[in-house]
């Protein structure tokens, strides 16, 4: 089992949570008000069956490891020492370019989940998507428990996002989320990445 695996087996999303916010129960889940937002109503909700957390209001989310990242102003492999302390988990000594890219790809998967995620809440397609979502009977709640996301109909925009992020192409790819696009035309050229998300 490796070091992230055990600090989720360890700590729990509402011990952790809990530990920097006032939490309230709402049925099956949690809830607050964000920190990464000011609001009247809170908008920020926690999910124990799904052990993540997800603001309505600002469309934040994700895991402990995010939450702790965007708390402490962190970088993931920093919100990892600070975890696996309250776990009380003496990390794992190991290659660190091999950690380093671990670590990478890890960040290049919750980067294209949280785009999708936006893109869903905030784009004008998105928004229509929501409300075809909810005319089939599905609540935000329900949304954000299972992280829906929407992707834009052009073929570079996870591709263009990432590598706006700071990631280069081979990461991307390696991370799996894109594939190279093959060329059809003399025009098209080698070796350029879509956008478009593994099955």
Same mark, same amino acid.
């Given at each position: 089992m490796d070091n992230v695996s055990k600090i989720k087996d360890r700590l729990s999303v509402v011990d952790v949570i809990s530990g920097y916010l006032k939490l309230q129960k709402a049925g099956a889940n949690f809830k607050a008000s964000c920190p990464f937002h000011n609001e009247k109503t809170p908008s920020f909700f926690i999910s124990p069956e799904r052990q993540t957390w997800k603001c309505f209001?600002? !469309? *934040?989310?994700?895991?402990?490891?995010?939450?702790?990242?965007?708390?402490?102003?962190? +970088?993931?492999?920093?919100?990892?020492?600070?975890?696996?302390?309250?776990?009380?988990?003496?990390?794992?000594?190991?290659?660190?370019?091999?950690?380093? !890219? *671990?670590?990478?790809?890890?960040?290049?998967?919750?980067?294209?989940?949280?785009?999708? +995620?936006?893109?869903?809440?905030y784009s004008g397609a998105g928004r229509r998507a929501i409300e075809y979502l909810k005319s089939r009977g599905l609540q935000e709640t329900t949304m954000a428990k299972f992280r829906l996301g929407f992707a834009p109909d052009t073929w570079d925009a996870l591709s263009g996002y990432l590598r706006n992020s700071g990631f280069t192409e081979k990461e991307i790819v390696d991370a799996g989320v894109v594939v190279k696009r093959q060329p059809t035309t003399n025009n098209q050229q080698q070796g350029s990445t879509t956008g478009f998300v593994r099955a």
């Open positions: 209001g600002c !469309s *934040k989310g994700g895991s402990i490891f995010d939450f702790v990242m965007e708390m402490e102003g962190v +970088e993931f492999p920093e919100a990892l020492r600070i975890l696996a302390a309250k776990a009380g988990i003496e990390l794992e000594k190991f290659d660190s370019t091999i950690k380093d !890219s *671990k670590d990478r790809l890890y960040q290049i998967c919750e980067s294209s989940a949280r785009f999708f +995620e936006k893109q869903l809440s």
